[in-house]
């Protein structure tokens, strides 16, 4: 080996001395309290459901209130989401996530304090969008802090979170209701997110080391609220509509929305053609296949509704517990936690076609959910044995389809834009929650109408079910349709070689 190899060889090994003396070494401890904010948004979405009938009970709220609350939570979470990314990036992604836990716990202790309907409906909407602000900095985080070779353990770590939250938020929020702390019954579900933002806040300032991006994006405020006016005349209107007749302001409010959805794209086509950073990027969404695939997803996420509307049924038809309807829930997120592990091998076994596999697993299993509802005797609790199998298989169903459908729409893009359309894919999962409350959850209170005995509240959660099943046969068939024509995943191709 000549001396100038040796030089280049020390020179090389020195380098990656010194990036290793670069690593953080507390970053596996920051990258654990900024989890938290990974892990309360989607705990405070499932948590809420089995309380709806308590909250009900106590404020009075109408059902129109109680569908808002759960969908004026996720659509401004949807909104907010990018523009939560961005901040990070600007102004620090700790100092970011700690300015949004802070704004969620106040939001938490005005849900925890509401006195009515209307006040805890604001309270959510503020938990929305400072969950926003929240959530994205722990992934953003995940590039800055770790080295290549961890990356994939705390990508792992991260997606692990969503699947707990789901596992633990409904029989958590049931077990919170039914010790009834200091008296406090349902308001308990809201305010222990302030202990836990506390202890963050007391150990996580201390430890947690400032990063941000180099070539940050500005935000584009302009998208973000011509976003949240769309969604707004959307929704509202579909949710107070029908409880008030259908006023004349709901429906110039619905026609309103093909306008405002023309202005944003307007308004981000030309912020683009300025050299601007818009919050939806017209170039990236006019990639072959991408708006195919995000229709997949606002049709895939129509389980959304299904939380809301079956805790009603097992509460108020069944007269299970707070408690025991969260319990029943679990088989679901078992299901959920296991349904991502298991697709390295689908994979292998069936190539591209996983996606529509999982959808088509929920599909079948709600089917046969409305026809075992349907087929129990009015107040009684159906089988547990075929109940827990079918909510067991709709949650594996869903943790297979969902990080596939993800792979499917980073796909459709050009490596320029990998990390914008992650971002708009969650934000049409969260506005597909919020549309299948205000519509799913429309169908079921129209079918239900003025009775509330639990014939009518089985009959209306049946239909329910069944149009949750045929927006996933919707997604089932465009996703057969856009696998067939895609080149099977770089990684499976290598693999094959």
Not at 364 to 393: K, Q
Request: aromatic share 10%; charged share 10%; net charge positive.
């Amino acid at each position: 080996m000549s001396a100038t190899t040796c030089e280049a060889a020390a020179l090389k090994a020195a380098l990656a001395g010194d990036r290793d003396a670069l690593l953080e070494p507390r970053r596996w401890t920051m990258f654990v309290i900024l989890l938290v904010g990974a892990f309360l948004p989607p705990l405070d979405f499932f948590i809420v459901n089995v309380a709806l009938p308590s909250i009900r009970g106590e404020l009075g709220a109408s059902s129109s209130a109680e569908q808002l609350v759960i969908s004026s939570y996720a659509a401004l979470y949807a909104v907010t989401l990018t523009t939560g990314g961005r901040l990070g990036d600007l102004f620090g992604r700790g100092r970011i996530f700690f300015l949004g836990l802070i704004g969620f716990a106040a939001a938490s202790t005005l849900c925890g304090f509401a006195w009515s309907p209307w006040v805890l409906v604001a309270g959510r909407a503020l938990q929305g969008i400072t969950a926003a602000v929240m959530a994205p900095q722990a992934l953003a985080s995940v590039q800055a802090i770790f080295p290549e070779k961890e990356k994939s353990l705390a990508l792992g770590v991260y997606g692990a979170v969503f699947g707990l939250a789901a596992v633990v938020g409904q029989a958590f929020g049931g077990l919170l209701i039914a010790l009834d702390l200091m008296g406090l019954g349902w308001r308990s579900i809201f305010l222990v997110n302030l202990p836990v933002a506390l202890l963050v806040l007391v150990f996580g300032i201390p430890l947690l080391r400032e990063t941000r991006a180099r070539d940050a994006r500005r935000l584009d405020l302009g998208g973000m609220a011509l976003s949240m006016l769309t969604l707004g005349a959307l929704i509202v209107p579909l949710i107070e509509g029908r409880e008030a007749g259908w006023p004349l302001w709901s429906w110039l409010s619905l026609g309103g929305v093909p306008l405002l959805a023309w202005l944003f794209w307007r308004y981000e086509t030309q912020l683009a053609r300025a050299g601007g950073a818009p919050l939806l990027d017209p170039v990236a969404l006019r990639a072959l296949g991408l708006g195919r695939t995000l229709l997949i997803a606002l049709l895939f996420y129509s389980i959304g509704s299904f939380f809301l509307l079956f805790s009603i049924y097992l509460q108020e038809a069944l007269h299970v517990t707070a408690f025991k309807a969260g319990l029943v829930f679990l088989p679901f997120g078992a299901g959920f936690l296991l349904g991502p592990l298991s697709t390295p091998i689908l994979r292998r076994l069936c190539g591209a076609y996983v996606n529509p596999i999982g959808m088509g697993l929920e599909f079948v299993a709600f089917l046969g959910l409305a026809g075992l509802i349907a087929s129990t005797l009015t107040g009684v609790r159906p089988a547990p044995l075929p109940l827990a199998a079918l909510l067991f298989f709709i949650g594996f169903g869903q943790g297979i389809a969902l990080p596939t459908l993800m792979r499917m729409v980073i796909g459709q893009v050009a490596p320029a834009f990998s990390g914008m359309i992650p971002g708009i894919a969650s934000s049409t999962l969260q506005v597909s929650t919020a549309l299948s409350v205000a519509i799913i959850g429309g169908i079921f209170y129209q079918v239900l109408g003025a009775r509330t005995d639990p014939a009518a509240i089985t009959q209306a959660l049946v239909v329910a079910v069944l149009c949750i099943a045929f927006c996933l046969a919707g997604s089932v068939a465009l996703s057969l349709t856009l696998v067939r024509r895609m080149p099977p995943p770089q990684d499976e191709a290598d693999g094959e070689a």
